[in-house]
Nanobody, 124 residues
Framework: QVQLVESGGGLVQAGGSLRLSCLAS????????MGWFRQAPGKEREFVAA????????YYADSVKGRFTISRENAKNTVYLQMNNLKPEDTAVYYC?????????????????WGQGTQVTVSS
């Protein structure tokens, strides 16, 4: 079993930055692909970014390309999401997810473990 705990959310003005962190429990973190998803009020949860077990393969949603950066530190069991040039439409609860495979995944149903989420609010 893997437990994921997100942190780093908050309130920021448009154009600002936030860095989300996700700490995973257990000794198998380095073998799992990781992802970030988000869910805005009244909308479905959507893919944001994914990273393979080694960090060698990364995917982004078109809406965040060039603004968000996903990275991981396997020695710290942690995955990050650096968010720059934030926009009001980035407002959502952000979820960290882990998959029992090494290849990066973009589909919600391909993930096996989920964190509780952290709120990101971007004011205009």
């Amino acid at each position: 079993q893997v437990q994921l705990v997100e942190s780093g959310g908050g309130l920021v003005q448009a154009g600002g930055s936030l860095r989300l962190s996700c700490l995973a429990s257990g000794r198998t973190f380095s073998s799992k692909s990781m992802g970030w998803f988000r869910q805005a009020p009244g909308k479905e949860r959507e893919f944001v970014a994914a990273i393979s077990f080694s960090g060698g393969v990364i995917y982004y949603a078109d809406s965040v390309k060039g603004r968000f950066t996903i990275s991981r530190e396997n020695a710290k069991n942690t995955v990050y999401l650096q968010m720059n040039n934030l926009k009001p439409e980035d407002t959502a609860v952000y979820y960290c997810a882990a998959a029992n495979v090494g290849r990066a995944r973009t589909m919600l149903q391909e993930y096996d473990y989920w964190g509780q989420g952290t709120q990101v609010t971007v004011s205009s």
